[in-house]
């Protein structure tokens, strides 16, 4: 089994987001750690919990330090959090009826969601924060 190791390249430069960022590295990692131990279903079911309860604190912090920051594409990226919320409700509800595949579906969506998301969207606000603080 291979673990996501946090790297340079998923840092934002922004202490409280890395940190919030850094913690769905380790929601994987202690899911995939309890998968092997033979755990699933206390795997699935504290992944599940945890993946929800952060995805409630984490997106709304992130779209309030956009805001602060006066980040002009915030719709757009409010609207990708909207996607992916819907989404996962969706193939939890999909998991919850008995589907299997749907929890493949969140947890290749959570990983897409880690390197796409925070490599490439999220580093959006934080390029215009730096540029907007080198101007000052």
């Known amino acids: 089994?291979?673990?996501i190791e946090w790297n340079k390249e998923l840092e934002l430069g922004i202490?409280?987001?890395?940190?919030?960022?850094?913690?769905?590295?380790?929601m994987l990692n202690n899911f995939y750690t309890e998968l092997e131990e033979?755990?699933?279903r206390e795997a699935v079911e504290e992944f599940?919990?945890?993946?929800?309860?952060?995805?409630?604190y984490h997106l709304d912090f992130e779209e309030k330090f956009m805001e602060e920051i006066g980040?002009?594409?915030?719709?757009?990226?409010?609207?990708?959090?909207e996607m992916f919320k819907k989404l996962y409700a969706e193939e939890k509800e999909r998991y919850m009826q008995g589907d299997e595949k749907a929890l493949r579906e969140i947890i290749a969506f959570a990983f897409s969601w880690l390197f796409s998301h925070i490599m490439k969207t999220d580093?959006?606000?934080a390029k215009y924060i730096q540029e907007k603080e080198n101007t000052q």
């Open 123 to 125: 580093r959006k606000y």
């Open 1 to 3: 089994m291979i673990l």
């Open 38 to 40: 033979g755990h699933k």
């Open 71 to 81: 980040f002009p594409e915030l719709d757009n990226h409010k609207k990708t959090h």
């Open 15 to 26: 202490p409280e987001i890395d940190k919030q960022h850094k913690k769905l590295v380790d």
């Open 48 to 56: 599940l919990k945890e993946l929800e309860e952060y995805l409630a």
